[in-house]
């Protein structure tokens, strides 16, 4: 609480950190601090999330294995690694359930990270009616990125530069053996199901 900034009461505060949603303790926490806070969380297609994952680490640490050789403890007998950060991260119903101990559904909004880019207009109408805010940002404040890849933000609609995701982000992922992906979306499908089924949402990763 003593890291926020001071607001006032017409106003919300947001703080984003990625790591909360898959950190034990982060839900009792936040209840703690305020039971009546939002959450929301930016979900994407697990596969896809752990390749990037992988990109983004091997960027920064070119000698470390094989995506193959750690997403899976025996790949021939389809052991996926669990124990693996970046596989783990997109088993989004086993962390979802540590939240629902402590908020209700309707608290938690999920934004879908493909329609972010691909619509990033209609995802953010759909974060500002959750936010109980006035649609202020529309598809007027948004820019495709050819180069990236991503859509870019203006700060206004006449404003002449748009704010782009940083270096880090758009880089081409590593070339992954089709076997290895198809065995991931099957490890990946019934957690995937169970998640659509408890939020109310398909997400279509299939």
């Not at 039971?35 to 091997?58: C, E, F, G, H, W």
């Not at 207009?121 to 990236?148: C, P």
């Amino acid at each position: 609480r003593s890291l926020m900034p001071r607001t006032l009461d017409s106003q919300i505060t947001v703080e984003k950190t990625p790591s909360y949603f898959v950190t034990k303790e982060a839900p009792r926490r936040i209840f703690n601090m305020s039971r009546d806070t939002k959450l929301i969380v930016v979900v994407r297609n697990p596969v896809t999330r752990a390749i990037s994952d992988y990109t983004q680490t091997l960027s920064k640490k070119p000698d470390i294995p094989t995506f193959e050789g750690l997403s899976f403890r025996n790949r021939s007998l389809g052991l996926v690694d669990t124990s693996w950060n970046a596989i783990r991260i997109g088993m989004y119903a086993v962390h979802l359930e540590s939240w629902l101990q402590y908020f209700p559904l309707s608290q938690i909004h999920f934004v879908s990270g493909e329609k972010l880019i691909t619509d990033p207009a209609g995802e953010m109408g759909k974060v500002q009616d959750f936010l109980g805010i006035k649609r202020v940002i529309t598809d007027k404040h948004f820019y495709f990125n050819k180069t990236k890849g991503f859509p870019c933000l203006k700060k206004s609609e006449s404003s002449g530069l748009p704010r782009c995701l940083g270096k880090s982000k758009g880089r081409t992922h590593v070339q992954i053996d089709p076997e290895v992906i198809e065995q991931l979306r099957d490890f990946y499908r019934p957690y995937n199901i169970r998640f659509y089924e408890t939020v109310g949402q398909d997400f279509r990763w299939e």
